[in-house]
C-alpha cells in the first residue's frame, strides 16, 4: 500500500503526463456523468407535473362535475288557488283571554287542516294548464316537479290567505330525476325500465324545456334551503353552512385566546427544564394525533361524560378547538422565537418589566403571524370531517340551528351524507357542488390570511 | 460578450495595456497558468467587479488582499466558475486556464472544477467518514480504477496535506469529528485528491487559531513546488508569509499588483500604501 | 335579559373597582409619595379583586341555579304529583315553567300547577335579587379590602402580573389536559371492552365480525385487529410508495433547480393539496380514481376493485405529497450552503452533489418527514371510510377491498349502538392502538428532526 502511495505521489506531481491521463480519465466519464444529470432533473421535473397535475386533475373534475349544479331545472307556471280545492277555514285570531299557548294551538290545528289539502291537485292543474293538450296520468304529471313544492304553494297560502281565487306565476324547482333527465345525467338511450321517470312524464320534460317554460335557472336554493331528504333537488347547504359557521366561532373565540396564552407563557416565562419540554414535546405530538382521536375523545368525554347534547356545534367546535390548539401554539412560538432578542432587551433596559415587555412590545410585532396560523388553522377545522362522525354530527337536521346547542351538521359532513345518497346521478353534482362552496369558503380564508398578513407586515 | 481566447496571449500584453491598475512584473517570470481581461462582475444590477485583469503564475503562491467587500472572493471564485451557483451573477470579459477560455460554451464546467481546486473559508468536510472525504472527487471523476488505486490516492493527498499520521488509524471516523485546523487540512487534501492544477484558497485561515493557522501556511509553502495557489486573505502577515506575488483590490478595482516584497517595501500607489499600513481596512 | 342586566352590573363594577384604585393611587401621588406601580396597576389589581368573588358567585349559581330552582318546583307539587316517573315529572316541571313566563300551556291548568307557578315566579325574583346581591356584596367587600391595600409600597404591578401569569399558565396546561383526556378517555373505555373481550383474542385474533346488535349484552362478535391493521398498513404502505419519490423530488427540485420565482409559484400550488379536506379526496377516489383504476386495471387483465386499497392508498399519497415535500424542503434548505459549495468545487455535478452530500447529511431530517407522514396515513380517515371498500378480512392483492383501524371505529360509532355494548366500545380500543402506534411515531420523528436542528444550529 505504500508503494502505491508513493507510486501515486511520484504520479501527482509528474506535472503533465500524469495531468494528461486524469483528464483523460476524467473526460470519459463526462458524457455518462451529464446524462445520469438531466435524467435527475427530469424525475425532478417530472415529480412536479405529477404533483401539479394532481391538483389541476382534482380541481377540473370538481369543477366539471359540480358546476352543474349551480343551476337547475325550474319550471315557471301560472297556479290559480282554486277556491274549490282550497277549502279552509278563516285563519285563526288570538281573541281576549287564550294564552299564547292555546293561540299557538289553534294556528297549528288550522294549519295542519291546510296541509290536509289536495295541493298535488293544485301543482297537477298548473302544469297541465301550462301544456293542455297532453295525455297523462297524475302520478306522471306531479314526478315532473319537486315533491316540496306543494308544501311550497300552502307556505304562501298560510303566509297570504287572500290568494284564494288568484292566479301567481311560480317558479317550481324540477324534480331530481327531471333535472337527470333534461341535464342528460341519465343515459337517454336506457329502456323504459332503467329510466326513473315514466316516458310521458319525460316528454312532458322535453315539451315544457321546448316551450320556454321550463329552463336551467340559477339554484340559489342550495344556499338558502336546508337539506331534505323527500325532496332532494331542493337540498341545501343552509343548516350545514350555520353549523359550522358556529363551529368556527367556537374555535376563534377559544383556541386564539388559550394558544396564544400558552405560547407566550411556554415561549418568554416558563423556564427550561424537563417539564416544559415536556410541554413541548406533548403539544408537538397533539398536532399529529389523528383527527379522530380528537373524536373519541368527545365522545368519550364531552358526551359520554359530561352529558352534553349530541350533534351540536358547540361539541363539535369544542373538539376542534383542541385540534386547532397546538397549530396556533405552534405557530405563535415560532412567530415569538423570530422577535430579535435587542428588541426585548431594549425594553428591559428601560425599566419595562418581563410581563410588560412582552405584552407591549413582542407581543404586538408577532400580530401578522399569528392571525395566519389562526385563519389557517380554522380553515384546517372547517374542512375536517372524521371526529364530527363520532359526535353525532351526521345526523339528518332539516332546520337551520338557531343556536350552538342546537342539532345541526356541518359543509364536510353535508359532503359525506350527500355522496351516501342513493340518487347518486344527481347528488354527485350536488356534492361536487357542495365541494366547491366548501373549497371556496376555505380559499377565501386562506387569500384573507395573505391579504392581512402583507397589510399588517408592511405597516410596520 | 466574451472575448475570444485567442485574444489572450502572452504574460506582456498585460504591460502594455491601458489599465488603471499599477504593475510591477516578476525580475524572473514564470510561465502564466490562469490569465484573466477585463473581467467585470454584476449581481444583478449592482457590479461588483470592475476591468479586472491579471496574470497567475505557475506553482508560486498569489495572495488578494484588501478590504473585506473589495471584491477578492468574488474574483477568486470566477476562476472555477462557481459564481455560477449564485443567483443572478453574472460575469463579462474573458479568463483563461492554459490559453482557453473558461467562459466558453464548449468548456465543461465539471472538468474545469476538477483542474481548478478550491479550499472554503470555513472548513467544510462533508457528513462522511475522512476516507469517504477524501475520495469523494476521484470517486465522482473515476479517476481510480481500483480499490488499490483508491487507497494510494486517499494515503498521498493525505499525506500532502500533512494529516496522514494524526488520522491514519481513523480513516472511517467522520471528518466533523476533527478539529477546525485538522478539519481545513481534510478539506485541502480533498481538493488535493483531484490532482488539480490550481487550487483557490479563500481565506483558508480566517476560521482557525494561530497555531492551525501557522500548520496551514506551512502546508501552503509545500504545495506551491507542485500547484498554483491563489489565496484570498485578510491578513496581510499572511500574504507576506506565503505569497510570491500579490493583488491589491479596492472596491471592486485592481489596484495594484506586483511581487509581494515589492508591494509591502514600495507600493506604487497610495492606497495601496494606506491600506498596507492600516490607515483603513 | 337577566343575562345582559348581570353583564351590565359586572361591567359597573369593574369600571367603578378600576377608577376607585386608579384615583386612590393617583390622590397617593399627588400627595408626593413616590409610589411603586403605576395608577393603571393599582387600578387593575383593586378591579381584580372585586371581580374575581363575583364571578364566583355567579359561577355557583349558573352550575346549581338550575337544580335549586327544580327541587323549588318539586317542592311546590302534591305529594302524588312529585312522586311521579322521572319523564312525567320533567313533563309537569316544563308545564310549570311555561305558566310562570306567561306562554301558557294549551288545556286547563290545575290549581296546584297555578299555585307553583306564581310561587316560583316570587322565587326566581327573589333568588336573583339575592344572586346579585351576593355577587355585588361580593365583589364590593373584595374592592373594599384591596382598596384599603393601596399605598405607596404595594406591589401592585407585581401582584397584577402574578394574575396573569397565573392565566397563562393555566392557558398551557389545557394543552396537557388534552392528552391527559385522550389518554384517560381511551384507557378506561378500552379497559371496559377488555371485560368483554380479552386482550389476547383482540391484539392477535384474525378475525373481524362484531355482529352488530342494538342491545348492549355480551360479546356476540368476534373482535380480531388483526385484519384491521392488516389494512391499515397496507393502505399506508401505497401511500407512501406514491408520495415519497414524487414528495422528495419535489422538494429536490425546488430547493436546488428551480428558479426563486418557479419555485414561489409553485411551492404554493403544491401546498394547496394539503389544505384541501381529506373528505375531498375521499370523493375523489370515489368518483375518479377508483372508477379510472379498475378501467386500467381491466385493460391490463389485472382485477381492480372501484373501491379498494389501492385506490385509498394511491389518493392518500397524494394527499401527503405536500406534506413530504414541504417537510423534505425544511430540512433540506438546512444543508450549510458550504456544503453544496465543498462539492461542486471538487467538479461534482448538481446531481452528484444532491445524492452523494446533500441527502446523506439531510437523512434523519427526511426520515423524520417521512415517519411524520406514515403517522399520517395510518391515522386518515375520510378517504379510506370512501374509498377502500370496508371489507374486513386478510387479504395480499391491494386490488381487494380491505378495511382499516380508522374506518372500524367510524362504524362502530356511528351505528345506534348502545355507547356500553362492546360493539361501540371496541372503537376506544382501536383508538387506543392507533394513539399508540402514532405517538411512537410521532414522538421518534420528533426526536430524530430536534437532533438534526441542532446539529445545524
Redesign the interface.
Known amino acids: 500500500?505504500?508503494k502505491?502511495?508513493?507510486?501515486?505521489?511520484r504520479q501527482?506531481?509528474q506535472g503533465s503526463d500524469?495531468?494528461t491521463q486524469?483528464?483523460e480519465?476524467?473526460?470519459?466519464?463526462?458524457s455518462a456523468?451529464?446524462s445520469?444529470?438531466r435524467r435527475?432533473?427530469a424525475?425532478?421535473?417530472?415529480?412536479?407535473v405529477?404533483?401539479?397535475g394532481?391538483?389541476a386533475?382534482?380541481f377540473s373534475?370538481?369543477l366539471y362535475?359540480g358546476l352543474p349544479a349551480f343551476t337547475q331545472a325550474t319550471l315557471t307556471v301560472d297556479v290559480f288557488f282554486d277556491p274549490e280545492i282550497i277549502e279552509a277555514d278563516d285563519i285563526p285570531v288570538q281573541v281576549e283571554g287564550q294564552?299564547?299557548?292555546?293561540y299557538q294551538?289553534a294556528q297549528l290545528d288550522w294549519q295542519r287542516q291546510v296541509t290536509m289539502l289536495n295541493w298535488n291537485r293544485v301543482v297537477e292543474q298548473a302544469i297541465l294548464a301550462a301544456a293542455p293538450d297532453i295525455e297523462i296520468d297524475t302520478r306522471a304529471v306531479l314526478s315532473v316537479v319537486e315533491t316540496s313544492e306543494r308544501f311550497r304553494l300552502r307556505d304562501m297560502f298560510v303566509a297570504d290567505p287572500g290568494l284564494l281565487g288568484k292566479t301567481v306565476s311560480v317558479d317550481m324547482l324540477a324534480s331530481a330525476n327531471t333535472d337527470n333527465w333534461l341535464k342528460g345525467n341519465i343515459d337517454r338511450s336506457l329502456p323504459d325500465s332503467q329510466q326513473q321517470l315514466s316516458p310521458e312524464a319525460r316528454a312532458l320534460a322535453d315539451r315544457l324545456m321546448e316551450e320556454g317554460k321550463m329552463r336551467f335557472s340559477f339554484a340559489a336554493h342550495i344556499f338558502s334551503n336546508v337539506d331534505s331528504r323527500s325532496a332532494p333537488a331542493s337540498a341545501g347547504l343552509a343548516g350545514a353552512f350555520v353549523g359550522s359557521l358556529y363551529m368556527m366561532l367556537v374555535v376563534i373565540v377559544l383556541a386564539v385566546?388559550?394558544?396564544v396564552?400558552?405560547a407566550?407563557?411556554?415561549e418568554e416565562?416558563?423556564p427550561k427544564n424537563r417539564l416544559t419540554d415536556f410541554?413541548e414535546?406533548?403539544?408537538?405530538?397533539?398536532a399529529?394525533?389523528?383527527?379522530?382521536?380528537?373524536?373519541?375523545?368527545g365522545?368519550?368525554?364531552f358526551i359520554?361524560?359530561f352529558r352534553l347534547p349530541l350533534s351540536a356545534p358547540l361539541v363539535g367546535g369544542l373538539v376542534l378547538t383542541?385540534m386547532t390548539?397546538?397549530t396556533v401554539?405552534i405557530a405563535t412560538r415560532s412567530a415569538l422565537r423570530a422577535v430579535p432578542p435587542s428588541l426585548r432587551q431594549a425594553a428591559l433596559g428601560l425599566g419595562a418589566?418581563?410581563?410588560q415587555t412582552v405584552f407591549h412590545h413582542v407581543l404586538p410585532v408577532t400580530y401578522p403571524g399569528i392571525l395566519t396560523a389562526t385563519i389557517?388553522g380554522v380553515?384546517?377545522a372547517?374542512?375536517?370531517?372524521?371526529p364530527l362522525?363520532?359526535i353525532g354530527m351526521?345526523a339528518f337536521v332539516a332546520q337551520i340551528p338557531s343556536t350552538p346547542m342546537d342539532q345541526s351538521t356541518a359543509l364536510?359532513v353535508q359532503?359525506?351524507l350527500w355522496?351516501g345518497n342513493e340518487n347518486r346521478n344527481f347528488f354527485?353534482a350536488r356534492?361536487?357542488a357542495a365541494?366547491i362552496v366548501?373549497?371556496g369558503l376555505?380559499l377565501t380564508l386562506?387569500a384573507i390570511a395573505i391579504f392581512l398578513r402583507t397589510r399588517l407586515e408592511r405597516r410596520k | 460578450m466574451h472575448m475570444p481566447a485567442e485574444k489572450i496571449v502572452a504574460q506582456s500584453d498585460l504591460y502594455s495595456m491601458e489599465s488603471p491598475t499599477v504593475r510591477t512584473p516578476d525580475e524572473n517570470p514564470r510561465p502564466v497558468r490562469v490569465s484573466a481581461r477585463n473581467v467585470n462582475v454584476f449581481y444583478g444590477t449592482k457590479q461588483a467587479l470592475f476591468d479586472v485583469s491579471i496574470d497567475v503564475p505557475e506553482k508560486a503562491v498569489t495572495a488578494f488582499i484588501g478590504p473585506s467587500g473589495c471584491g477578492k472572493s468574488t474574483f477568486l471564485r470566477c476562476l472555477n466558475r462557481m459564481n455560477d451557483t449564485i443567483e443572478g451573477c453574472r460575469v463579462t470579459g474573458a479568463i483563461a486556464l492554459d490559453g482557453s477560455d473558461i467562459y466558453d460554451q464548449a468548456l465543461d464546467v465539471v472538468e474545469l472544477r476538477a483542474r481548478v481546486g478550491m479550499v472554503f473559508q470555513k472548513p467544510n468536510p462533508f457528513p462522511k467518514s475522512i476516507y469517504e472525504n477524501v475520495s469523494y472527487g476521484p470517486r465522482i471523476h473515476g479517476l481510480a480504477r481500483s480499490r488499490a488505486e483508491l487507497d494510494a490516492i486517499v494515503e498521498a493527498s493525505l499525506q500532502k496535506a500533512g494529516l496522514w499520521n494524526e488520522v491514519k488509524d481513523r480513516l472511517s471516523e467522520p471528518g466533523t469529528g476533527l478539529s477546525g485546523g485538522q478539519q481545513q487540512r481534510l478539506c485541502i487534501a480533498r481538493a488535493i485528491a483531484v490532482s488539480p492544477e490550481v487550487i483557490l484558497m479563500d481565506e483558508p485561515c480566517s476560521a482557525l487559531d494561530p497555531i492551525a493557522t501557522a500548520r496551514i501556511e506551512e502546508l501552503i509553502d509545500e504545495l506551491k513546488q507542485n500547484y498554483t495557489i491563489v489565496i484570498v486573505t485578510h491578513s496581510m502577515q499572511q500574504a507576506a508569509r506565503v505569497s510570491q506575488r500579490t493583488a491589491f483590490f479596492h472596491l471592486g478595482i485592481l489596484v495594484e499588483e506586483g511581487p509581494t516584497d515589492l508591494i509591502f517595501t514600495s507600493p506604487g500607489e497610495k492606497r495601496t500604501q494606506d491600506y498596507i499600513t492600516g490607515r483603513f481596512g | 335579559m337577566n343575562t345582559a342586566i348581570v353583564a351590565g352590573l359586572l361591567l359597573i363594577l369593574l369600571g367603578f373597582a378600576y377608577q376607585l384604585g386608579w384615583s386612590r393611587s393617583r390622590s397617593l401621588v399627588a400627595a408626593g409619595a413616590r409610589v411603586h406601580s403605576r395608577p393603571v396597576y393599582h387600578g387593575s389589581l383593586v378591579a381584580i379583586w372585586a371581580l374575581v368573588p363575583a364571578l364566583l358567585v355567579l359561577g355557583l349559581w349558573v352550575l346549581f341555579g338550575d337544580t335549586a330552582m327544580r327541587a323549588y318546583i318539586v317542592a311546590q307539587f302534591p305529594p302524588d304529583v312529585a312522586n311521579l316517573a322521572p319523564g312525567d315529572l320533567n313533563a309537569a316541571i316544563q308545564r310549570v315553567r311555561q305558566i310562570e313566563t306567561g306562554f301558557g300551556v294549551v288545556g286547563e291548568t290545575a290549581p296546584y300547577e297555578n299555585a307553583a307557578a306564581q310561587a316560583l315566579r316570587e322565587f326566581r325574583v327573589l333568588t336573583f335579587a339575592l344572586v346579585v346581591a351576593a355577587a355585588a356584596g361580593t365583589g364590593a367587600l373584595g374592592l373594599y379590602l384591596a382598596r384599603r391595600r393601596i399605598s405607596d409600597r404595594l406591589r401592585a404591578r407585581n401582584e397584577v402580573e402574578t394574575v396573569v401569569r397565573i392565566l397563562l399558565i393555566a392557558c398551557s396546561v389545557v394543552a396537557i389536559l388534552t392528552t391527559v383526556g385522550i389518554v384517560a378517555s381511551l384507557l378506561s373505555e378500552a379497559i371496559r371492552f377488555f371485560t368483554f373481550v380479552s386482550p389476547a383474542d383482540f391484539f392477535f385474533g384474525t378475525v373481524w365480525n362484531p355482529r352488530f346488535s342494538t342491545v348492549g349484552n355480551g360479546a356476540t362478535g368476534e373482535y380480531g385487529l388483526l385484519p384491521l391493521l392488516w389494512g391499515t398498513l397496507m393502505v399506508a404502505t401505497i401511500a407512501i410508495i406514491v408520495a415519497l419519490p414524487i414528495g422528495l423530488m419535489t422538494a429536490i427540485y425546488l430547493t436546488q433547480y428551480a428558479s426563486p420565482r418557479a419555485r414561489d409559484i409553485i411551492k404554493p400550488i403544491v401546498e394547496v393539496l394539503a389544505g384541501i379536506p381529506t373528505i375531498v379526496y375521499g370523493f375523489f377516489a370515489l368518483v375518479t380514481v377508483g372508477p379510472f383504476l379498475a378501467s386500467a386495471g381491466t385493460s391490463i387483465g389485472l382485477d381492480i376493485r372501484a373501491t379498494s386499497a389501492l385506490t385509498a392508498g394511491v389518493v392518500m399519497g397524494i394527499m401527503i405529497i405536500p406534506f413530504i415535500s414541504s417537510l423534505s424542503d425544511d430540512v433540506i434548505r438546512q444543508v450549510p450552503r458550504a456544503m453544496r459549495d465543498g462539492s461542486l468545487g471538487l467538479g461534482a455535478t448538481q446531481s452528484e452533489t444532491i445524492k452523494r452530500v446533500i441527502l446523506p447529511a439531510a437523512l434523519p431530517g427526511i426520515v423524520g418527514a417521512f415517519l411524520l407522514a406514515v403517522s399520517r396515513a395510518i391515522g386518515e380517515t375520510m378517504i379510506v371510510v370512501l374509498a377502500a371498500g370496508n371489507s374486513p378480512f386478510l387479504r395480499l392483492n391491494p386490488g381487494e377491498p380491505v378495511s382499516t383501524v380508522t374506518v372500524t371505529i367510524v362504524n362502530q360509532l356511528t351505528g345506534d349502538t348502545d355507547f356500553a355494548s362492546p360493539q361501540s366500545l371496541v372503537a376506544f380500543a382501536l383508538g387506543l392502538t392507533l394513539f399508540v402506534m402514532t405517538l411512537i411515531l410521532n414522538v421518534a420523528a420528533l426526536f430524530i428532526v430536534r437532533r438534526y436542528r441542532e446539529q445545524y444550529e
Open positions: 500500500m505504500n502505491m502511495a508513493e507510486m501515486f505521489s501527482l506531481e500524469g495531468s486524469r483528464l480519465r476524467i473526460r470519459a466519464g463526462l456523468r451529464h445520469r444529470e435527475f432533473r424525475y425532478g421535473i417530472a415529480a412536479i405529477a404533483a401539479l394532481f391538483v386533475i382534482l373534475m370538481i362535475q294564552s299564547a299557548a292555546e294551538k385566546p388559550i394558544g396564552a400558552s407566550v407563557y411556554l416565562f416558563a410541554i414535546v406533548n403539544i408537538n405530538n397533539l399529529a394525533v389523528p383527527s379522530i382521536v380528537f373524536g373519541l375523545l365522545a368519550a368525554v359520554n361524560y383542541l390548539l397546538p401554539i418589566s418581563k410581563t389557517i380553515a384546517q372547517l374542512g375536517e370531517t372524521a362522525l363520532l351526521n364536510p359532503i359525506y355522496q354527485e356534492t361536487s365541494i366548501l373549497l376555505m386562506n
